[in-house]
């Protein structure tokens, strides 16, 4: 069977793994501009938040990278970081040079059940910050950090995000974008006190059909929900007394979920958006301080 899969491989390496002068050239560009090499797969993206009170929350990817020879020619990864500050208008730009942060030797990656080498690349947010030389007062909730991606071949060649073809990056089973956006978002370690609000909302306007929030103060729980009689809107305020030991908001669903709405808000500044059809569960808020 492994002869089998690396026919395969060996196909849509000669049909697909192209690296390009222009990351969004047309497939059928002449082979003069075409050149076969090597990509490396997102298999898993496990988690791509970091939280900006805990230098420990980290960045985590599963990646697979194959080759024209089943992965003999990997030699290295090199990892390299960018602050994005989020802008007025709610685009990124960089606040800073990229800057290395790490090199993936060959002998890092384990090999998995095809027979190709494999890694788990984690990157906490205090290793991004080392690296980048900056402080807590560089960045708040909002900004995020791109971490780049560049494959490095025992031939000399090296591929990354300006490399790859649509193909390649836009492929669901390739999935080979040499770069990923981790957001930072401020989620409270312990709760913080201060004044919050639930700013609900039907838009049918017939009330939350057996939806509602749970909010759990130390143990003490109240229910809010927006009733039928009220119909559309309603707006609950609430306060997180110093000294609190648990806070929860848990969201319970009910019928005609596309209905339902409801953002959380902190001081009056929003900490959570859901809807419509929000997630059910507890909430994990965002309040930058």
Excluded at 5 to 26: K, Q, R, T
Excluded at 155 to 182: H, K, L, P
Excluded at 208 to 220: H, K, Y
């Amino acid at each position: 069977m492994k002869k089998i899969v690396n026919i395969s491989l060996l196909a849509l390496l000669a049909l697909a793994w192209v690296g390009c002068e222009n990351d969004d050239a047309a497939p059928n560009q002449t082979l003069a501009n075409v050149t076969n090499g090597a990509v490396l797969r997102t298999i898993d993206l496990e988690n791509d938040v970091f939280n900006a009170f805990d230098t420990a929350s980290e960045f985590s990817l599963v990646l697979g990278e194959q080759d024209i020879e089943d992965g003999d020619l990997l030699q290295s990864v090199d990892v390299l970081v960018t602050l994005q500050k989020r802008t007025p208008s709610g685009s990124f730009a960089d606040a800073g040079d990229e800057t290395a942060l790490k090199t993936l030797p060959a002998s890092d990656f384990a090999t998995d059940e095809f027979g190709l080498p494999r890694i788990n690349l984690k990157v906490t947010l205090g290793e991004a910050v080392s690296a980048l030389g900056l402080t807590a007062a560089d960045f708040t909730g909002g900004d995020r950090i791109r971490i780049r991606l560049v494959l490095n071949l025992t031939d000399g060649r090296s591929f990354s995000v300006n490399d790859a073809a649509g193909t390649v990056t836009a492929s669901s089973f390739f999935q080979s974008t040499y770069q990923y956006f981790a957001v930072i978002a401020c989620i409270p370690l312990e709760p913080i006190p201060g004044d919050y609000t639930l700013d609900l909302l039907d838009n049918y306007g017939d009330g939350w059909d057996g939806a509602f929030l749970t909010v759990t103060i130390d143990g003490v729980s109240t229910d809010y929900t927006v009733s039928s009689d009220v119909g559309d809107v309603a707006v609950f305020d609430f306060t997180i007394p110093d000294g609190t030991q648990e806070f929860t908001i848990e969201y319970v669903p009910g019928s005609f979920e596309g209905e339902h709405e409801f953002k959380v808000l902190f001081n009056g500044v929003e900490a959570f958006s859901g809807g419509p059809a929000p997630t059910p569960g507890e909430l994990v808020l965002s309040i930058c301080l």
